[in-house]
């Protein structure tokens, strides 16, 4: 991994905010080209957030890049550039938590703040023979507690490191490698044989299903209308094909008309599907219809986004896109590209 053995705190702090809720094979070209992109907090900070969310483009969870853009910010204003050491100061930061704050000052200055995320909890209820729910908060406070035991203070980077890797390695979540654990012979689920139950997680609420209808106007030109999500809302900052919910009782057409005319002011026709896709979100999943639609009538208001642009097809690749409209992006930029051919 290119952050592992890394000892800059601009790198370890990128890096620990990308593996928030992203594997590491996931986040791993990532990091490499957002440090080719932004190599200092500097460039972070001085970049438009549009540059920002466009390199951040299909990770995900896209109020971290925003907070990330932000928290450069503050550090180059209020630090000179130069993260803060301590946790009580680095939690001040804008998507800084206690798990990495703890991270990152015990991985970039060598301070004693114990780490706790999926394979910790997994490799201490194990080793402990907790069997407590690890959805409650009560039970994670419990390992917090162990942990903060437990940690070296004189290697407190290489405990947590080698603690988030023997869960991740080792202690996996089904079939761990109970043999070759250096730990095994204290690890109490190990002798009562509950290594498949332990740790125990209650069931997930079921995921909510939206089916979503979208409009691509065209222009007599050619070119497409895209709008800028508020940047208060979820997937702030980033680029779309206007839309909504569909409504009991409507037709998805009638859902992408209604939705026009709710969100720009316009009433459109919508003559043509374009491409359905599904797409899953962390708290809910979507069916996404786009519809190539016309205008009628009305005057184009970003009623409820920040902005509204007519872009080329041929453009549509230089603005950050949620990922299910970043699917319609390419589909609409190749079947142009097949067309001129």
Known sequence: MPWRGEKDPYKIWISEIMLQQTRVDQAWPYFENFMKVFPTVFDLAKADQQQVLKAWEGLGYYSRARNLHAASKMIVEDYNGKLPETYDEIIKLKGIGPYTAAAITSIAFDLPNAVVDGNVIRVITRYFGIEDDVRKTGTVKEVQSLV?????????????????????????????????CPIQTGCIATKIAKTDIIPYKSNAKKKPHKVIGVGIIEAEDGKL??????EDAMLGGLWEFPGGKQEKGETIQQTVERELLEELGVEVHAYKEFMTLKHTYSHFSITMHAWFCKLISGTLEPKSSQEIRWVERSELEEYPFPKANKVLTEKLIGDEVRSEK
Request: hydrophobic share 35%; net charge negative; charged share 20%.
């Open 225 to 230: 209308l895209i709008a800028l999500r508020p």
């Open 148 to 180: 903060n035991k437990l940690i070296s203070q004189e290697r407190p980077a290489e405990f947590n490191q080698g603690m988030m890797e023997l869960g991740a390695t080792i202690c996996s979540p089904h079939n761990p490698d109970c043999l070759n």
